[in-house]
């Protein structure tokens, strides 16, 4: 079984040059975890997690979150706002390196990648790493287990 069987071919995607405002709107519009930024021919060169974005509002969220148990309410700091200097910074200086699969690649591959690298999502690619789709683990664990149903 190959990715390209599963991945969703609608991605939603932003430029190098977005802001984190714009991005910030486009995850809250499309209610996703994941955007792939590519360039002016579509070639994936990063990509952008919500918690990339987070993470430069709350910096800390990470250690935080390793003593959970111990912080009741989280007030003030969910209310915590960030300055338009850094919502007008490009996501070019947040964003992680591409990590991507190509469409012939295997499920176990992709799931395996989303595993190691701890994404939400995959971009897939194609040979000229243009962006083709995107897959979740859901996509493809439903794709294996759809296996499972020939009676």
Do not use: Y
Request: glycine share 4%; hydrophobic share 45%.
């Amino acid at each position: 079984m190959k990715l390209s069987a599963c991945m969703k071919q609608n991605v939603i995607f932003v430029s190098p040059e977005t802001t984190l405002r714009e991005t910030a709107n486009t995850f809250i519009k499309h209610h996703i975890g994941t955007l792939p930024v590519v360039d002016a021919d579509k070639k994936l060169v990063g990509i952008l997690l919500i918690r990339d974005l987070v993470s430069q509002v709350f910096p800390d969220f990470v250690n935080i979150m390793q003593d959970i148990d111990f912080i009741l309410d989280f007030g003030a700091a969910e209310a915590r706002q960030p300055d338009d200097a850094l919502l007008n910074t490009p996501i070019s200086e947040i964003m992680q390196p591409p990590i991507s699969c190509r469409g012939d690649s295997s499920l176990l591959r992709a799931a395996t990648l989303i595993k190691k690298h701890n994404l939400l999502d995959l971009p897939v690619v194609d040979d000229d790493e243009r962006l083709i789709g995107i897959a979740s683990l859901v996509d493809i664990g439903t794709k294996f287990l759809h296996g499972w149903n020939k009676a």
